[in-house]
C-alpha cells in the first residue's frame, strides 16, 4: 500500500493536468471561424505594398458544410473590381473551379494560385481545417498576437492529410483559454514559410466571437501585407444547386 497511494496520486495529477487532445483544439477553432449552419458573408480583401494600398477585392461568400464529413462547399461571387464583377469561384470537396460569364469558361484551378496579395484561392474558401489536417500539439508559449498584446496559446503542427489542401503544413497558435485562433504561419511542401496570417478583430456573428479580420504577412517581405475582412455574416439558404459544377453558367444572384 504504502508503494501504491503514491504511484496513484502522481496518475491522479497527470489526469488533472492532461493536455488537451489536439484535433479536439483544432475543431473547437473550426468552429469559432465557421458557423454551423448555411450562411453567407462578404469577404474583403486588400493589398498593402510598403504600407501603401494597392488593389481591393470584394467576394459574396455563400457556404455550407457536408452532412458526415463536415466538409464546406462554398460558392463565392466577385463583387469588385467592376473588372470582376459576376464572376463565380466554386470548392466542392478539395476541388475548385473559376468560372467567366464573359466566355462561360469554367476551368479547375489551384488552391494555391494566388487571387490577391498573399491571400491564395484556398485562403477566401470555408475550411474545415480538423478535416483537413491532423494535428500534433506541441506545446504552450507566450505569444503576441495581432493587436501586439501578449496571450498565453496552445502551439499546433497541423500536417496535410492529402497532397491538393491549400498548404503541406501549419503551425497553428489558439488562445489557451477559449481556443480562439490567434496567429498561424503556412508552409510549403518545400519546408520554406509562405506567410503568417493574424486573426484579429473578433465580434460577435450568428452567436459566437469570431475573427472580422485576418493580416496575412508575406513569408519573405514582410512590407507585403494583405488584411481579409469579414462582414454581413447572414443566416442563408445555400440551395443545392448553387454547387454543382455544372449549374455556374446559369447562376442568378438573388
Not at 459566437?208 to 512590407?223: H, K, M, S, Y
Given at each position: 500500500?504504502?508503494?501504491?497511494l503514491p504511484a496513484l496520486?502522481?496518475?491522479l495529477?497527470?489526469?488533472?493536468h492532461?493536455?488537451p487532445?489536439?484535433?479536439?483544439?483544432?475543431?473547437?477553432?473550426?468552429?469559432?471561424r465557421n458557423?454551423?449552419?448555411?450562411?453567407g458573408?462578404?469577404?474583403?480583401l486588400?493589398?498593402?505594398?510598403?504600407?501603401?494600398q494597392?488593389?481591393t477585392?470584394?467576394l459574396?461568400?455563400y457556404?455550407?458544410?457536408?452532412?458526415?464529413s463536415?466538409?464546406?462547399?462554398?460558392?463565392?461571387?466577385?463583387?469588385?473590381?467592376?473588372?470582376d464583377?459576376?464572376?463565380?469561384?466554386?470548392?466542392?470537396?478539395?476541388?475548385?473551379?473559376?468560372?467567366?460569364?464573359a466566355?462561360?469558361?469554367?476551368i479547375?484551378?489551384s488552391?494555391?494560385q494566388r487571387?490577391?496579395?498573399q491571400?491564395?484561392?484556398?485562403?477566401v474558401v470555408?475550411?474545415?481545417l480538423?478535416g483537413?489536417?491532423?494535428?500534433?500539439?506541441?506545446?504552450e508559449?507566450?505569444?503576441?498576437?495581432?493587436?501586439?498584446?501578449?496571450?498565453?496559446?496552445?502551439r499546433l503542427?497541423?500536417?496535410a492529410?492529402?497532397p491538393?489542401?491549400?498548404?503541406?503544413?501549419?503551425?497553428?497558435w489558439?488562445?489557451?483559454s477559449n481556443?480562439r485562433?490567434?496567429k498561424?504561419?503556412?508552409?510549403?511542401?518545400?519546408g520554406?514559410?509562405l506567410?503568417?496570417?493574424?486573426?484579429?478583430?473578433?465580434?460577435?456573428q450568428?452567436?459566437?466571437?469570431r475573427?472580422?479580420e485576418t493580416?496575412?504577412i508575406d513569408g519573405?517581405?514582410?512590407?507585403?501585407?494583405t488584411?481579409m475582412?469579414?462582414?454581413?455574416?447572414a443566416w442563408r439558404?445555400?440551395?443545392?444547386?448553387?454547387?454543382?459544377?455544372?449549374y455556374?453558367?446559369?447562376?442568378?444572384?438573388?
Amino acid at each position: 500500500m504504502r508503494t501504491f497511494l503514491p504511484a496513484l496520486v502522481m496518475v491522479l495529477a497527470s489526469a488533472v493536468h492532461a493536455a488537451p487532445e489536439a484535433q479536439a483544439l483544432l475543431a473547437a477553432s473550426d468552429a469559432i471561424r465557421n458557423p454551423e449552419k448555411p450562411f453567407g458573408l462578404t469577404t474583403t480583401l486588400i493589398e498593402y505594398r510598403n504600407g501603401k494600398q494597392q488593389e481591393t477585392t470584394s467576394l459574396a461568400v455563400y457556404s455550407r458544410s457536408e452532412r458526415g464529413s463536415g466538409q464546406f462547399r462554398s460558392l463565392l461571387r466577385f463583387l469588385a473590381p467592376a473588372r470582376d464583377t459576376g464572376k463565380l469561384m466554386l470548392k466542392s470537396g478539395n476541388d475548385l473551379w473559376f468560372h467567366d460569364p464573359a466566355n462561360q469558361a469554367t476551368i479547375r484551378i489551384s488552391p494555391q494560385q494566388r487571387l490577391l496579395g498573399q491571400a491564395a484561392n484556398g485562403d477566401v474558401v470555408t475550411v474545415n481545417l480538423a478535416g483537413d489536417y491532423s494535428a500534433r500539439l506541441a506545446g504552450e508559449e507566450d505569444i503576441t498576437d495581432g493587436d501586439r498584446q501578449p496571450r498565453r496559446a496552445w502551439r499546433l503542427e497541423l500536417a496535410a492529410r492529402a497532397p491538393d489542401v491549400t498548404y503541406h503544413r501549419i503551425e497553428y497558435w489558439l488562445d489557451r483559454s477559449n481556443n480562439r485562433p490567434i496567429k498561424a504561419r503556412f508552409y510549403a511542401q518545400s519546408g520554406s514559410l509562405l506567410k503568417t496570417a493574424y486573426y484579429r478583430r473578433y465580434q460577435s456573428q450568428l452567436g459566437v466571437e469570431r475573427p472580422t479580420e485576418t493580416v496575412i504577412i508575406d513569408g519573405l517581405d514582410p512590407n507585403w501585407v494583405t488584411v481579409m475582412r469579414f462582414a454581413d455574416y447572414a443566416w442563408r439558404d445555400v440551395p443545392e444547386s448553387w454547387l454543382q459544377r455544372d449549374y455556374l453558367p446559369r447562376f442568378k444572384p438573388e
